[in-house]
């Protein structure tokens, strides 16, 4: 069983799927990228949601969440969102897994909020300067037909970031593409690409080694939008982290190998809070 609701955020309302809420002594917050939403997590939720507190929320700006403009979807602005989601939900720290954009927030946290941060999973995320993507910032200006923010577009970026195409299912891809097909879609998701600098996460590099909470990256093995040597560098620059492959994966990982990418989860929370990994 699960819980969604929207929570008042001041500005906005930002969507949340709250898993097994009970148990809230240990809490997993999950943060998707562009242009997905908290049903990327869809795979990988039924196995951690057994042991642990599952908040998967949506970013301002994507899935059932409320729309804005591009300089309220800057990563540290959702950062702040999340941390009043976590306020109003009276989380007071958490665990928190990022993907993509997600992965950048997730850092911004470890720096900015540490007392928040129980541990911190990075899954093919933004680093250093390695974003925002060329196919990303083409929906800016697009000057060609497959540069359009569409729903097709968003397809064309999910069925090329994955290794199985098999596991994209037309019900999931329903729930990446299905919140930006409205009139007013294209231009959310243009403010979208519009709100993504590369400073955003790169000047957070001084502070990477300050970071002392248990920290774990996965990267897909074929990842064609983040290579896997961006997880590599980040597992250079945080003390005692983790660092795996996940073999036979593109950039969705957790579409592409979510067993695989459980059990690192899973491995990651017992490590993190000295419990049994079952």
């Avoid at 954009?101 to 995320?125: F, M, N, W, Y």
């Avoid at 790169?202 to 990477?208: A, G, S, T």
């Avoid at 579409?255 to 491995?267: H, K, M, T």
């Amino acid at each position: 069983m699960h819980a969604e609701q929207k929570i008042n955020i001041g500005k906005y309302m930002m969507n949340t799927r709250f898993f097994n809420e009970n148990n809230c002594s240990e809490v997993v917050v999950l943060v998707h990228g562009i242009p997905t939403n908290s049903h990327l997590w869809d795979y990988i939720i039924p196995f951690l949601s057994k042991k642990y507190a599952v908040l998967a929320v949506e970013l301002i700006g994507y899935g059932h969440s409320d729309r804005g403009p591009y300089v309220d979807l800057t990563l540290p602005k959702q950062a702040e969102y999340i941390t009043s989601v976590l306020d109003q939900l009276n989380i007071p720290c958490a665990h928190f897994v990022g993907h993509d954009l997600g992965g950048g927030i997730v850092q911004i946290l470890a720096v900015t909020k540490p007392e928040r941060i129980k541990s911190l999973v990075v899954i093919d995320g933004v680093c250093f300067s390695n974003w925002p993507l060329p196919k990303v910032v083409s929906i800016r200006y697009p000057v060609a037909e497959e540069f359009v923010p569409n729903t097709l577009f968003i397809e064309r970026m999910l069925r090329e970031g994955v290794y199985h195409p098999s596991m994209l299912t037309p019900e999931l891809l329903k729930h990446f593409t299905l919140p930006f097909a409205t009139p007013t879609g294209p231009e959310e998701l243009q403010q979208a690409s519009l709100a993504l600098n590369h400073h955003q996460t790169e000047d957070l590099v001084p502070y990477l080694g300050k970071i002392t909470c248990p920290a774990t990256f996965l990267w897909g093995q074929h990842d064609r939008y983040l290579v896997p040597y961006w997880g590599l560098l980040l597992h250079k620059a945080l003390p005692n982290s983790v660092f795996k492959l996940i073999p036979n994966a593109s950039h969705y990982s957790m579409i592409d190998q979510p067993s695989i990418v459980a059990n690192e989860l899973l491995n990651h929370l017992a490590r993190s809070t000295n419990q049994p990994l079952y």
